[in-house]
């Protein structure tokens, strides 16, 4: 019973380096999400994904790209990695019933430091 | 837009005491209001809900009220434990665009000694 899965855990970066951090649910979601979560500044959405091959941008979308090329996985990418992306990311998926109560489902975060 | 304010923490309390956290929101619809709880080293996982004014969401003996006329959704908990520390965000749905998504605060760290 998976869950939400992202990989990796952790991951130490230097300035302009890329990285791919992947997302994978295993509860035929629709929904998919990445979040950026800082201290003090809680959740911020970076991009969200509606259904297999769509992508949309939220609020911090800024040097970071998404795929969604299998109903299952959602990939946040960085380029050219910059120190402001240190933080801790967390995906999330919901089916359609639980975006309409809110429920979103969390993984267990993925913490990025960029030096 | 849309926003969420919660109280600014840290919050610490000794096992047995009331706790309220406070959360204002900002829509211009009729959001739907949730509580999310991150437990140290996890995700963040739904606690509570409400969807529509006077409802009363409650889960693990916590409570919160969807007050329209205050704008609130403040959550309680009469008798904490120390497995209760954690941090706590409020969340309000946002419907624009046709699909939704979740607005969150800032998130308030509860920290329950024995």
């Known amino acids: 019973n998976a869950g939400v899965t992202q990989t990796p855990k952790f991951r130490v970066l230097k300035t302009g380096q890329s990285m791919t951090l992947l997302c994978a649910q295993d509860?035929?979601?629709?929904?998919m999400y990445w979040y950026r979560q800082d201290p003090g500044m809680g959740l911020r959405l970076i991009h969200y994904?509606?259904?297999?091959?769509?992508?949309a941008k939220g609020e911090v979308p800024d040097g970071y790209n998404v795929s969604r090329l299998k109903k299952q996985n959602f990939l946040l990418g960085l380029e050219s990695a910059a120190p402001s992306q240190t933080s801790v990311y967390f995906c999330?998926?919901?089916?359609?019933?639980?975006?309409?109560?809110?429920?979103?489902?969390f993984g267990e975060g993925s913490r990025l430091t960029v030096l | 837009g849309d926003s969420v304010t919660q109280m600014e923490g840290p919050v610490t309390l000794s096992e047995e005491a009331f706790l309220t956290i406070n959360c204002t929101y900002t829509?211009?619809?009729?959001?739907?209001l949730f509580w999310y709880v991150q437990y140290p080293g996890e995700g963040l996982q739904l606690l509570l809900k409400?969807?529509?004014?006077?409802d009363k969401g409650s889960n693990k003996g916590f409570e919160a009220t969807y007050r329209k006329e205050t704008t609130s959704f403040h959550l309680e908990k009469g008798s904490v434990q120390v497995s209760d520390s954690a941090v706590y965000f409020c969340?309000?749905?946002?419907?624009?665009?046709?699909?939704?998504?979740?607005?969150f605060g800032k998130g308030t760290k509860l920290t329950v000694n024995p």
């Open positions: 969340a309000l749905s946002d419907l624009k665009g046709g699909s939704e998504k979740l607005v």
């Open positions: 999330a998926s919901s089916g359609l019933a639980g975006v309409l109560i809110g429920e979103l489902f």
């Open positions: 829509a211009t619809g009729y959001p739907s």
């Open positions: 509860m035929n979601h629709e929904y």
């Open positions: 994904s509606v259904g297999e091959g769509t992508t």
């Open positions: 409400a969807t529509k004014a006077d």
